[in-house]
């Protein structure tokens, strides 16, 4: 028999599946403890019935912690952290929208009450268009911030014939570089030996990071229920790398990735089999239906089969919070 935790688990990611494991239960639950937010839910429903679980989430510190999430990046204007609540999320660049479809507007308007008695505005991170859609009234501009790669209908027998013949010339070229450079992998549970490659290539990009803080992301993921966290690796003559990887329900979620080697054949055959062949194959063992890819690198996604959403971030004001917290003839 479930428990009490697991049933309203299962009843919560019921609302909505969209932000895979970013959205679940088990992950938003994790920053309850985080000391940089403050986290409450808006609920509605009958009892016995969950028509809608958001959360939302105060910052606690005077600078974002994460610039990503300043609204000034997402050019939205200045608006610090004190000033603002976060609405369904604030990690993981996409947020879930827990809400069945007669409940948004008592999501939006209690969110607004606990925004206004702060005099804080409503900020909606890395929201999906159906959501963004969903809140298209009330004064909140939105942003288009990024789009998400993925690769859908893994299972299905004819998916490779249905890509068209652009895309299956590009996977051909693909497995013609990996056989030519002789490109070996494996597959196992995280165990944190792949965190100074993943680290290491994060800093070659111009993120700063360090293998401890690879192996804390990755630990979080472990620790959280219903997340398996993978490891693929794969070696060539001249290079070699890992990418990480998390299986939520029916997804396999493609997470970090670290290469090794000079720019060259090895290192791209071991590049496209870590990113494209070796996930495919193995979701495919795993009966996984999607692969998430992320939100870079979309010209070498797409030319492979990914399908892209888009991700938009939204901003109502203080002024507009406080008068929708108000509502039509009550005093602000």
């Known amino acids: 028999m479930p428990t009490a935790e697991a049933a309203e688990a299962a009843e919560f990611d ?4 969209t932000a895979g494991a970013a959205g679940s239960h088990g992950r938003l639950a994790q920053f309850a403890g985080d000391a940089r937010w403050t986290v409450r839910h808006v609920r509605v429903g009958a009892p016995g019935r969950l028509d809608a679980a958001v959360p939302v989430f105060t910052p606690r510190g005077r600078r974002w912690a994460d610039p990503l999430y300043d609204p000034a990046g997402w050019g939205l204007g200045e608006l610090r952290p004190d000033e603002a609540l976060l609405v369904g999320g604030c990690a993981d660049l996409r947020s879930g929208w827990h809400v069945t479809a007669g409940a948004h507007r008592a999501v939006l308007v209690e969110a607004a009450r606990l925004a206004a008695g702060e005099r804080r505005a409503l900020v909606f991170p890395y929201f999906y268009a159906a959501a963004r859609d969903a ?3 009330d004064g909140i501009v ?3 911030l990024a789009r998400e790669a993925a690769f859908e209908d893994v299972l299905a027998a004819d998916r490779e014939q249905r890509l068209g013949a652009r895309v299956r010339g590009v996977l051909r070229r693909d497995r013609r570089l990996i056989e030519a450079a002789g490109v070996r992998g494996t597959v ?3 165990d944190g030996t792949g965190a ?3 680290a290491a290539h994060n800093i070659r990009k111009g993120k700063p990071d360090h293998a401890e803080f690879v192996r804390m992301r990755h630990a979080q993921w472990a ?3 219903a997340v398996e966290v993978l490891v693929f690796e794969c070696r060539a003559a001249g290079a070699c790398g890992v990418l990480s990887a998390l299986v939520w329900e029916n997804e396999l979620e493609l997470y970090e990735i670290g290469l090794t080697g000079d720019d060259g054949p090895d290192r791209l055959a071991v590049y496209l089999d870590l990113m494209f062949h ?11 239906r999607r692969i998430r890819a992320g939100l870079a690198a979309e010209t070498p996604k797409g030319s492979r089969g990914a399908r892209f959403r888009e991700l938009y971030g939204g901003v109502l004001d203080r002024e507009r919070t406080a008068a929708l917290a108000a509502g039509p003839g009550r005093p602000r």
């Open 14 to 17: 019921a609302l909505d599946r």
């Open 135 to 137: 809140l298209s009234t």
């Open 142 to 144: 939105w942003a288009a």
């Open 188 to 190: 196992r549970g995280w």
């Open 196 to 198: 100074e490659l993943i």
């Open 223 to 225: 620790r959280c229920p």
């Open 278 to 288: 070796r996930p495919l194959g193995y979701a495919r063992r795993r009966g996984l």
